[in-house]
């Protein structure tokens, strides 16, 4: 006798088991391991962690954080991600209510002429008549449930839910990162706003004195004390610093717009509140930069190829699984019978139990070639977590090689302003004793003017190589907000195991 409880049991025993390998977290990166220390560090820097969120706040400046709060809640690109997050939330869900029965309500009539074929002698005891007409028509109503289950014999299911909670922790970072970029391109942008407005102003004041020295240059032409050429070379002064001038206000209205669409609003929302010039913010005079190996477990675009490593290992397991056979369980159970008023009769209940075994023993290769196509999709995944995480090196390393070049570059054009400052403050005290002359004095007022705008055009390079750093190490996002996610080892896992 057939021992159908063996039968039942046996594959549910066996659905524990799971093929494929199992993912032990991300690789080891060899000579691309990370150093102790930052190799471009300096003295302006500090191994302490940083502050991960809102890293702008240490600039002072309440305008920019304004611009901040407003872009991280209204930007498009923080909707898309957002979305993203939650179809891959959903994909966990799915794949996890996929190892669960599925059950339904059906109602059903089948209407059928069957010319050749006596319903009537196929449904009785006994021959028809001959001189009787066979009937060919049939009727049918039905009216139940119907269920449906697969068993998970070889783990592809488990494997599936596995790769779904990993991508949706890989959009997870992924929407952080998007914070991360946000956060930088607004702070980017709102020093290049200031510069621009500070260069302006600057251009203008330059402009002025340019304009007396060239109604000074025709006084004295026609007094004949200067030649006709020194007209014309301030005459050419002048149209240089006006296309400089022009240059720097549409780049104002550039940054302006850019402020308003980073923020989620249109072009020229936001001139009110920017309108004002305000002073370039300055970093602080120490930057917590932390160390490589805290850059690995907190940069979300590493975390993010760190978890779609461990998705594409878990889709080896579900190519795997279709080597195993599959065995499925239909079942329905109704009312019914070949006529309307049957389907209120308790009496006529049918049911139906319908078990499934499929294998497939000859394929010609295909799932071999899943299997491969797989495995060479997890290789591609862990090149492009090598690749990540040297180019988040690369990014740090650079960011700050060029925060200490601005430094000393900000130091010695400060150097080079005060020098202006006080030769002006003695040329104008010989123009007053009449000591030189009055182009001298103009000349020495322009010098002073352009010493101060190329101080404050350094100060902004320093500010972006500052922004620069914090979008290297991956600030601007906040780790609570993305807890609760599926089962992520990336936490715990990157920089331990280097």
């Known amino acids: ?27 080891g990166l060899d000579r691309a391991a990370p150093q102790s220390k930052f190799v471009r560090q300096t003295a302006s820097t500090s191994t302490n ?40 939330r959903a994909s966990v869900r799915q794949e996890r209510a996929n190892r669960f029965p599925k059950a339904g309500a059906q109602a059903t009539g089948i209407f059928a002429d069957l010319p050749g074929i006596d319903l009537q002698s196929a449904q009785g005891n006994g021959a028809t008549p001959p001189s009787q007409d066979a009937d060919s028509s049939l009727q049918f109503f039905n009216l139940g449930l119907n269920a449906n289950w697969e068993i998970d014999f070889a783990g592809g299911q488990i494997r599936k839910i596995e790769s779904a909670n990993a991508l949706a922790a890989a959009a997870s970072y992924n929407a952080a ?96 509140l920017l309108a004002i010039p305000r002073d370039v913010p300055l970093p602080p005079q ?40 599959k065995i499925s369980f239909m079942g329905i159970l109704g009312i019914g019978g070949t006529s309307v008023g049957d389907l209120v009769d308790l009496g006529n209940i049918s049911n139906i139990a319908v078990p499934q075994l499929q294998w497939g023993l000859l394929d010609f290769g295909r799932t071999s070639a899943q299997i491969t196509q797989a495995r060479a999709g997890r290789d591609e995944a862990e090149a492009q977590y090598r690749q990540v995480v040297l180019g988040a090196f690369q990014d740090a390393e650079n960011s700050l090689a060029r925060f200490a070049q601005q430094r000393r570059n900000v130091a010695a054009l400060a150097e080079i302003k005060r020098s202006a400052d006080e030769s002006d403050i003695l040329t104008q005290q010989r123009f007053q004793r009449q000591v030189i002359s009055r182009s001298d004095a103009l000349e020495s007022g322009r010098q002073k003017v352009l010493a101060a705008s190329n101080l404050q055009s350094a100060v902004a390079a320093l500010t972006a190589s500052y922004i620069a750093i914090q979008k290297s190490l991956g600030l601007g996002w906040q780790e609570s907000t993305y807890q609760g996610l599926a089962t992520d080892s990336s936490t715990t896992s990157i920089g331990t195991n280097q």
């Open 286 to 325: 120490v930057v917590a930069i932390g160390d490589p190996a805290s850059l690995l477990r907190r940069r979300p675009d590493i975390r993010a190829a760190e978890r779609n490593l461990a998705a594409t290992t878990a889709r080896i397991g579900v190519a795997e699984a279709a080597r195993f056979p």
């Open 177 to 272: 990162d998007a914070h991360v970029q946000l956060a930088a391109d607004v702070a980017q942008s709102y020093t290049n706003l200031r510069d621009r407005q500070q260069r302006a102003a600057a251009l203008r004041g330059g402009l002025d004195l340019q304009k007396q020295q060239l109604g000074l240059a025709r006084q004295r032409f026609q007094q004949g004390t200067v030649p006709a050429f020194a007209i014309g070379q301030a005459n050419r002064a002048i149209q240089a610093t006006n296309g400089d001038l022009a240059t720097a206000e549409a780049e104002i209205g550039i940054y302006l717009n850019a402020l308003a669409v980073l923020a989620g609003e249109a072009p020229g929302r936001l001139d009110s």
């Open 1 to 27: 006798m057939i021992n159908f409880r063996g039968l039942v049991l046996a594959p549910l025993l066996l659905g524990g088991c799971v093929v494929g390998p199992d993912y032990a977290g991300p690789p």
């Open 49 to 88: 962690d940083p502050a991960v969120a809102e890293w702008w706040t240490a600039l002072q400046d309440p305008v920019l954080n304004e611009l901040e709060q407003r872009a991280l809640a209204a930007n498009p690109s923080i909707d898309v991600a957002q979305a993203r997050l939650r179809q891959a």
